[in-house]
T-cell receptor, first 115, second 112 residues
């Protein structure tokens, strides 16, 4: 059973370009979470999705960021018109349920560098 | 709102010495608490979790943590540090079954 797969592992974008980060959850998991980790900081929650639904996007910046988790295929975190401040590691986690003690499994992250 | 505070962004111990990483939480409801480890350029791996059963929780790699409600703490310990324990450690609290709220992390350095 493969773990949470994120790609690409590293992504370089010029200011103003779009970044698309992909996350395939573990088999059987229908809950996906996206987190952002700025250098020397902890992970900050961005968005929580279930299949075809955004459950909680309270951590998402109001502009330029969007996320989806379609019925088929991976979850996508999309950043439009990237700026240098978007440079960070973006982690995806998946779980099988919504209870508080359900373990979330993390991917290895996508490291976005905006030049 | 829930929050986590990790005291000490960097901790250095000698190989074989006790490891103590501090975590205090704030929660309006009984919390579920987690410790994760992150190796360089890797994702997070769950070390252990507290889910309102036993207050002393044993995890992987010889780590354990004790939930102390009176102190709102969930400190991580290991009796004897190994070189391979060098990593960043994150304490987290579960927010109503939705997302994890993380502390800012503690980087553990193990000296030979």
């Amino acid at each position: 059973n493969a773990g949470v797969m994120q790609n690409p592992r590293h992504l370089v974008r010029r200011r103003g370009q779009e970044a698309r980060l992909r996350c395939s959850p573990m088999k059987g998991h229908s809950h996906v979470y996206w987190y952002r980790q700025l250098p020397e900081e902890g992970l900050k929650f961005m968005v929580y999705l279930q299949k075809e639904n955004i459950i909680d996007e309270s951590g998402m910046p109001k502009e330029r960021f969007s996320a989806e988790f379609p019925k088929e295929g991976p979850s996508i975190l999309r950043i439009q018109q990237v700026v240098r401040g978007d440079s960070a590691a973006y982690f995806c986690a998946s779980s099988s349920g919504q209870s508080k003690d359900t373990e979330a499994f993390f991917g290895q992250g996508t490291r976005l560098t905006v030049v | 709102a829930q929050s986590v505070t990790q005291l000490g962004s960097h901790v250095s111990v000698s190989e074989g010495a006790l490891v103590l990483l501090r975590c205090n939480y704030s929660s309006s409801v009984p919390p579920y608490l987690f410790w994760y480890v992150q190796y360089p350029n890797q994702g997070l791996q769950l070390l252990l979790k507290y889910t309102s059963a036993a207050t002393l929780v044993k995890g992987i790699n010889g780590f354990e943590a004790e939930f102390k409600k009176s102190e709102t703490s969930f400190h991580l310990t290991k009796p004897s540090a190994h070189m391979s324990d060098a990593a960043e450690y994150f304490c987290a609290v579960s927010d109503l079954g939705r997302a994890l709220t993380f502390g800012s992390g503690t980087r553990l350095q193990v000296q030979p």
